[in-house]
């Protein structure tokens, strides 16, 4: 069974983004973020992070209208993160998708 992955009606699309950081560079991760913000283009938005208590991985939500906006985000950070980044739809979103199949 394939469900289509549609933007949610009159929103953005939500992603989970999960951020590798590359060993040995936490520190330079949260020293850019610092001097310079997240630096992800209009469109892109940040709603909420969870960092690994050994500052290996950061997951984090985002909504965007597209994939490419995140893909532009990322580009500021590829010398220091290996990207993971997954289209997601809320639970009540996913139930009503899959409601016909049931």
């Not at 933007?7 to 020293?31: C, D, N, Q, S």
């Not at 208590?53 to 290996?82: H, K, P, Y």
Request: aromatic content about 10%; charged content about 25%.
């Amino acid at each position: 069974m394939t469900l289509e992955l549609a933007p949610r009606e009159g929103l953005l699309m939500l992603f989970i983004v999960i951020e590798h950081f590359r060993p040995g560079k936490a520190t330079e991760v949260y020293r850019r973020f610092r001097d310079r913000g997240r630096m992800s283009p209009q469109g892109v938005q940040y709603i909420s992070s969870w960092v690994d208590v050994d500052f290996r991985r950061c997951f984090q939500i985002m909504e965007a209208e597209n994939e490419g906006l995140l893909n532009e985000w990322t580009s500021n950070w590829s010398d220091v993160v290996d990207f993971e980044i997954v289209p997601v739809r809320t639970s009540e979103e996913a139930a009503s998708a899959i409601a016909a199949e049931l």
